[in-house]
């Protein structure tokens, strides 16, 4: 059964430091993989897309890994700020087609000051 | 921006009522979705459309109806609300990236709550 798990489910941090969450998947044929961001009361923005080639790949203070052998990813997040607080959504699709997309159940980050 | 809005972004309405959500896009993407997002679980897919009158069914689709008469409009229609649709729809299109890569873009969501 095709599945992403993520953890932890919520996560408080201070400001000004570090994190990484996790997202494992079970998902085959993977094709590619995105983190999205979900800020409370607003729909899910793309923060990076990893396919199966790319072991890493950075945007801004987020670095996102991927481990296809494993079938792991990290989302790892620099140097926190406030506005980092949000939940944090992995998306896996696999080759079968557009529309097969799965869902993690996020991690919630709150960052305090 | 993608351009997606949705509408009404909260309505409180009671059980057996009909309803119907509206999603509309500016940048005329072929690809329309519907999601209901709910607490412990990952965005479900309830239907989605690649074209006008071209439409299928997601994961959690009983209970739901959609129709796409025009590109830019996708709607959502449950036809007889029960408290287990209260939840928060969100609408999305899919970007024009080649295969299935294409990045997802939503919209605000609509906060449906049914008493």
């Known amino acids: 059964k095709n599945q992403v798990e993520q953890s932890p489910q919520s996560l408080i941090i201070l400001e000004g430091k570090n994190c990484t969450l996790q997202?494992?998947?079970?998902?085959?044929?993977?094709?590619?993989l995105r983190w999205y961001k979900q800020d409370t009361g607003r729909g899910p923005v793309s923060l990076t897309i990893?396919?199966?080639?790319?072991n890493t790949k950075s945007n801004g203070r987020y670095t996102a890994t991927l481990d296809a052998d494993t079938k792991q990813s990290s989302l790892h997040i620099t140097a926190s700020q406030l506005s980092d607080s949000a939940s944090y959504i992995c998306?896996?699709?696999?080759?079968?087609?557009?529309?097969?997309?799965?869902f993690g159940t996020g991690t919630r980050l709150t960052v305090i000051p | 921006d993608a351009g997606i809005t949705q509408s009404p972004r909260h309505k409180v309405t009671e059980t057996g009522t009909p309803v119907t959500l509206r999603c509309h896009q500016t940048?005329?993407?072929?690809?329309m979705y519907w999601y209901r997002q709910d607490p412990g679980h990952g965005l479900r897919l309830i239907h989605y459309?690649?074209?006008?009158?071209?439409?299928d069914k997601g994961e959690v689709s009983d209970g739901y109806s959609v129709s796409r008469s025009k590109t830019e409009d996708f709607l959502l229609t449950l036809e007889s609300a029960t408290s287990s649709q209260t939840s928060v729809y969100f609408c999305?299109?899919?970007?024009?990236?080649?295969?299935?890569?294409?990045?997802?873009?939503f919209g605000e969501g609509s906060r449906l709550t049914v008493l």
């Open positions: 998306v896996v699709s696999d080759q079968t087609g557009a529309n097969n997309l799965f």
């Open positions: 999305a299109i899919r970007g024009r990236a080649g295969g299935n890569t294409g990045e997802l873009f």
């Open positions: 940048e005329n993407h072929r690809y």
């Open positions: 990893m396919t199966f080639s790319e």
């Open positions: 459309s690649y074209g006008v009158k071209d439409t």
């Open positions: 997202c494992n998947y079970t998902v085959s044929p993977f094709s590619n």
